[in-house]
């Protein structure tokens, strides 16, 4: 067995372009709301013509990080395709995407309290989780589940080999 990778791009798996895709929908759940805003203030700012929710990118770094993320590693699997095929390609990938889904449970976990901002009731203003949120943590997790299959085919081939 030698550690030095084939010299010739390989042919892209279903689980490679499951995760691929994974990184495209996060990229576009990252645009949609993570967070909304109800209550009176919310109907306040729509009056105004104000935007009453957060998309990833301002949501904070534990927002746009996990994305950020998810499109490495679709960047990674699509490079496979044109240059040498990288050996770390399914730990990468698994531990990039479990990273990404921690992060995502914990701006889950953390959304703002606006009653703690406003100092007024739940009434006046509260921040709900979104659709880009769940959409995103979803794509991280299909990216977690095929990396893991990746990375289980990766060991079997190893073991294989000796």
Do not use: C, N
Request: no cysteine; glycine share 8%; aromatic share 10%.
């Amino acid at each position: 067995m030698t550690d030095t990778p084939p010299s010739t791009p390989h042919q892209t798996t279903l689980p490679e372009w499951i995760g691929v895709s994974a990184g495209a929908v996060a990229v576009v759940a990252s645009f949609l709301p993570w967070f909304t805003l109800s209550g009176t203030l919310a109907d306040q700012q729509k009056t105004l013509g104000l935007r009453s929710w957060l998309t990833a990118w301002g949501a904070g770094f534990l927002g746009w990080f996990p994305t950020v993320l998810l499109v490495v590693v679709a960047a990674v699997i699509v490079s496979q395709r044109f240059a040498r095929a990288l050996r770390i390609l399914a730990p990468l990938w698994l531990t990039l995407a479990v990273v990404a889904i921690a992060m995502i449970l914990l701006r889950w976990i953390t959304v703002p309290d606006a009653t703690k901002l406003t100092g007024q009731s739940p009434d006046y203003a509260s921040f709900h989780s979104g659709v880009g949120l769940y959409v995103g943590l979803v794509a991280a997790v299909v990216s977690a589940v095929t990396g893991l299959f990746a990375f289980l085919a990766a060991q079997k081939q190893v073991s294989s080999a000796e």
